[in-house]
């Protein structure tokens, strides 16, 4: 069975910068894609960012390009989120997730993509 941990979230001031990570169970997290999406408060789930299988591709929401960077430890079945620059409107519950199988390029940027989800980590950014 595979879960996912996300831990790192925090409050940080307008600016800072954060470093999520997300601990898979499971010998398999090599062979899977991962993501990041968000929820603020009364809205959807968004998509942030996602990393292929084997990290050669990434892929980023146009709000967080330049600011974020997704990155993948294999040996630690770990996926990081560093976060810079961080803007009030990046506040959100952040949730990691594993694809079901092979996924190709921008459909990664669907939740239906993903059979897996972490249980989410709060990021407060205050003005």
């Known amino acids: 069975q595979v879960q996912l941990v996300e831990s790192g979230g925090g409050l940080v001031q307008a600016g800072g910068s954060l470093r999520l990570s997300c601990a898979a169970s499971g010998r398999t997290f090599s062979r899977y894609d991962m993501g990041w999406f968000r929820q603020a408060p009364g809205k959807e789930r968004e998509f942030v960012t996602a990393i292929s299988w084997s990290g050669a591709s990434t892929f980023y929401a146009d709000s967080v390009k330049g600011r974020f960077t997704i990155s993948r430890d294999s040996a630690k079945n770990t996926v990081y989120l560093q976060m810079n620059s961080l803007k009030t409107e990046d506040t959100a519950i952040y949730y990691c997730?594993?694809?079901?199988?092979?996924?190709?390029?921008?459909?990664?940027?669907?939740?239906?993509?993903?059979?897996?989800w972490g249980q989410g980590t709060q990021v407060t950014v205050s003005a």
């Open positions: 997730a594993r694809t079901n199988g092979v996924v190709t390029g921008d459909l990664l940027r669907r939740e239906t993509a993903y059979g897996y």
